[in-house]
């Protein structure tokens, strides 16, 4: 990783804790048990893929400073509340997650469910901040975070993943439940970045952009998965070798460890190849897929 | 109750009925049983009262029908959202909504928990459909609803109201948290419908109607808090006496039923007061909190 490249994502990762930090209610407010449940999810950890992916796509458009950052936040609480959704007993059942213990554990379940679905909302309200974009631009970046967050995306991903525990899935069917689960906040967060700028992507353009999103959503799972079967559970701050032991499929136990690493491969240079035609503007986003790929943890 | 306004009640609740079934992902639709679940929580129960206060508040600007529509089905999302969420064995766990098992009980709770989840996203998916209202007006209701439903709002609510259990409350910190609980989200279903009309309510109508809705807001709460001691579990279609056995506090508990229900009167009578210079375009209004206020169930 270049030095520049580090130290830009240390910029980026550092502006987002602030900006978070700052547009999480405080603590003092009531009901401070909520608010304070909400922060400890949000605040702290995670390495903010996705606000990175905002930022970078940004590059192609001279994304506004107060349009990205709200973008960026808002793909960022929606991911954060389906972590907490997803620890919860009646789902993967986690008391793990970024090395401490999941919200329900350090507060209880109902303000874990109650600090989610909060989450939830404060993302939407941050993305409808008067004035961040042209209005109608706006709407249309609110009604995609919508449908990458619901049924048709990251929720109905999860519900699928649920239904497929203990039967067999082939890989069409796998990359359809990711294309939803982890793929469609992936793509919302690249999308909205190439949103928040004062020009405007052409439709060609668009197009490439999108299949570079969904590529390195699906990277990003197969990489997970392999990190899942190989990593620690104290590398990866969260358990590991878990999907395995719940008789879940993965690309690991799908096409077995090798393929599934050569397949991250494939799809990392298939992402690249994508964002040809964009020239340097597109840096960023190409060593975000790098990083993704070759992430060690 | 009158012919003509129990014509429009029964005509509003069958208009909001069909849109929800429209609306709503087919069950034919991935994941199947996540949208059975979301359908099965939100269609065919409910008096629909924040839908009514939508259309209602609509008469006072001639509400455009695409607009009126599009938040009453937030609202009303938001709202079925939440009960799903409280019924869960973590929250309230309770079996019984709308005379029927509750999500958690019909499906299972982790599909209950995604189908609230995902109909708090299609809510907002809803109300960000390109064109309902000029674009900046469009984004403020977003911002309105999202406040609505969140920390500050129903949700933050629900923690103030879990907090409060076996903990005697006095009468201000009881309509703090009801002003949450309950009265953000009639309040936005108020606000939201005064917000779709081609014409705007000048600064002081709207403080007006805002003290109209914050005051059937708590009308609305106190009642229920009547009939939750007055009324069978068969006539409520929930669990009857529930808060009481739970220990918390209600304005049953706080000022005796007959205090209550002088109560319940005075506060229908300010709402009443609040609209008196609108004339008779408020009269679905009056109408509505006269229900609000007299409902036997």
Redesign the interface.
């Known amino acids: 990783m270049s030095e520049d490249f580090q130290s830009w994502m240390g910029a980026v990762q550092a502006e987002v804790e602030v900006a978070l930090g700052e547009r999480l209610?405080a603590v003092s407010?009531?009901?401070a048990?909520?608010?304070d449940a909400?922060r400890y999810a949000v605040l702290g950890g995670g390495k903010r893929v996705r606000p990175l992916l905002t930022f970078a796509a940004g590059e192609l458009v001279d994304a506004r400073p107060e349009c990205r950052i709200a973008a960026a936040l808002a793909v960022e609480l929606i991911h954060a509340?389906?972590l907490i959704?997803d620890d919860?007993p009646?789902?993967d059942d986690d008391a793990l997650r970024r090395g401490r213990p999941a919200c329900h554990i350090e507060f209880?379940?109902?303000?874990a469910?109650?600090a989610?679905?909060?989450l939830?909302?404060?993302a939407?309200?941050l993305l409808?901040?008067?004035g961040l974009a042209d209005?109608?631009r706006?709407?249309?970046m609110?009604?995609l975070?919508?449908?990458a967050?619901?049924?048709?995306?990251m929720?109905?991903g999860?519900?699928?993943d649920?239904?497929s525990v203990g039967r067999p899935l082939n890989q069409p069917e796998l990359e359809?439940m990711h294309a939803m689960k982890t793929g469609a906040l992936i793509r919302a967060a690249v999308l909205l970045g190439a949103a928040s700028g004062e020009t405007a992507l052409s439709a060609a353009e668009l197009l490439k952009l999108d299949h570079f999103s969904k590529r390195i959503g699906l990277l990003f799972q197969v990489v997970d998965d392999v990190l899942d079967c190989t990593a620690s559970t104290a590398t990866l701050g969260k358990t590991a070798g878990k999907d395995a032991a719940a008789d879940k499929p993965t690309y690991v136990s799908l096409l077995g460890l090798e393929e599934a690493r050569r397949y991250a491969e494939d799809l990392y240079q298939e992402a690249c190849s994508a964002l040809a035609g964009f020239g340097t503007r597109a840096n960023r986003l190409i060593r975000l897929a790098d990083f993704i790929c070759h992430r060690p943890f």
């Open positions: 209610p407010a009531i009901p048990r909520l608010h909400m509340y389906s959704h919860l009646c789902m209880d379940e109902a303000t469910l109650l989610g679905d909060a939830q909302s404060r939407f309200e409808a901040t008067p209005p109608q706006q709407i249309e609110l009604a975070l919508a449908r967050s619901g049924s048709l995306g929720a109905g999860q519900a699928v649920l239904a359809l």
